[in-house]
């Protein structure tokens, strides 16, 4: 008897948990874990006593604030979150090394960006209005705000 009181406590105290914490809105699932422990606290008053079903309310109360507690602490979830900061940037170049004209091949197809090798550096490139394929000579036609953008030479 004393486990199925234990699983009904420990399932209604996940249910609680899982509401506060994770699902969000409706409450139904709060419910449905106060309900379940509810459910374990009279199984314990009408199957083992008065006394016992003391200890039982007793300790789900003592359960519920300690595990909730723990759980809202601030350290709790510092030590699970991401705390790095991403400090890089996409196609960041030396715009002096690039200029207008200088020519190039597509290594993967442009539709409309896509990468291209430009005086033996890789970069990201974009087409203005046609798709290009890989392998494909190409010109640097405008460089604004790290985009550069391309034609084929055909």
């Known amino acids: 008897m004393w486990t199925i009181i234990l699983v009904l406590i420990a399932v209604g105290l996940l249910m609680v948990l899982l509401e506060i ?4 809105g409706g ?8 309900a379940i422990m509810a459910a ?13 079903g003391h200890y039982i ?8 604030v300690s595990v909730l507690a723990l759980a809202l602490r ?17 196609n960041t170049f030396d ?9 190039g091949i597509t290594i993967s197809r442009c539709t ?4 291209a090798l430009i005086n033996n550096v890789f970069y990201e490139v974009h087409s203005l ?16 705000s790290n985009k550069i953008f391309i034609k084929t030479l055909k």
């Open 21 to 24: 914490l994770v699902i969000p």
């Open 27 to 34: 409450g139904f699932a709060g419910i449905i874990g106060f």
């Open 40 to 52: 374990a606290v009279f199984l314990g008053y009408s199957r083992l006593g008065e006394p016992q």
């Open 57 to 64: 309310l007793a300790g789900t109360v003592l359960i519920n």
């Open 74 to 90: 601030s350290k709790t979830w510092t030590r699970l979150m991401l705390v790095k900061n991403i400090d890089s940037r996409v």
């Open 95 to 103: 715009e002096a090394a690039l200029k207008v004209g200088d020519k």
């Open 112 to 115: 409309p960006s896509g990468k």
């Open 129 to 144: 209005s046609e798709f290009i394929d890989e392998e494909q000579e190409i010109e640097i036609i405008k460089i604004e």
